[in-house]
């Protein structure tokens, strides 16, 4: 039997969640994409040091804290959330590390945020972590608290794991073993634990759901979510990571050009491996 359970796999993901996104190529046009909707769409925070108005982030899923690290050097007050007891501790030893005072993390889960309604300025919910709820009523009420803890009108920030994505993985990486997945996952995006007992040979990664463009997008507006554009994180990439890996710096260049270029287009979200919603609550 597989264990799938997310908390348990992040407890055992351990420090890499922290260095996956600067791993390769493509998981850093994930974080460098998803920076830049940060710095366009943040409101502006007094500067670093300052204690006046501090402008207060909320990162759900925050996991080891790349992002929560990255916005409290920009002057941001972040408050960190996740699942796993080992990311919560890794959070807090990165902000020490890095000298960034302004990251408080604590566990806690998407489906009840612990905090009074409106409490944020924004919010965070990176890396795909509304992805692990799979079950669509779970999952309604988790995007449903996103926006509560939400100030009107503040941006809200989700990225989610994208499906069609996640059936070329398998296509790529483990079509002998997993392709009685393909079927099922295709058409509702649920990759579970009990359908990896059933249907594939070997362990299972976290489970998940697969989102296409517009099902992501009506799920958020379903829940109260004015969406104001899509992202394809790593969209041409996607899938790329051993290739552009060996490839030369020219090539790489080239092909984040590419990817910053297409990363609107609605054929480029549904194809990435991780596609970002841009929100106001």
């Known amino acids: 039997m597989a264990d799938m359970d997310p908390r348990s796999y992040y407890d055992e993901f351990g420090e890499r969640e922290l260095e996956r996104l600067d791993r390769d190529p493509v998981t850093r046009m994930e974080f460098e994409n998803t920076t830049d909707y940060l710095d366009e769409y943040l409101p502006e925070t007094a500067s670093v040091g300052s204690e006046s108005d501090p402008v207060r982030v909320l990162d759900v899923g925050g996991a080891a804290g790349r992002y929560a690290c990255w916005l409290a050097e920009r002057g941001y007050e972040v408050t960190l959330v996740d699942l796993s007891a080992t990311q919560v501790d890794l959070a807090r030893e990165n902000a020490d590390e890095r000298g960034v005072a302004r990251v408080t993390a604590r566990q806690g889960d998407v489906r009840d945020l612990d905090f009074p309604a409106d409490e944020f300025d924004a919010v965070c919910c990176l890396g795909g972590p509304l992805s692990h709820v799979v079950d669509d009523a779970e999952r309604a009420t988790a995007m449903a608290e996103l926006r509560r803890v939400a100030r009107p009108d503040a941006p809200v920030f989700v990225s ?54 517009d099902e992501f997008e009506a799920e958020l507006a379903d829940a109260g979510f004015a969406v104001e554009t899509l992202v394809g994180l790593e969209n041409v990439a996607s899938r790329m990571k051993r290739e552009l890996a060996e490839a030369d710096e020219a090539a790489v260049a080239d092909v984040r050009e590419v990817v910053r270029l297409l990363r609107e287009d609605r054929a480029a979200v549904d194809c990435s491996e991780h596609m970002l919603a841009v929100c106001r609550a």
């Open 160 to 213: 989610v794991i994208g499906r069609v994505a996640m059936l070329r993985d398998v296509l790529k990486f483990a079509l002998e073993d997993s392709h009685g997945l393909l079927v099922p996952v295709a058409e509702d995006g649920d990759y579970t634990e009990a359908r990896v007992d059933e249907l594939a040979d070997g362990e299972g990664w976290a489970e998940c759901h697969g989102f296409r463009a």
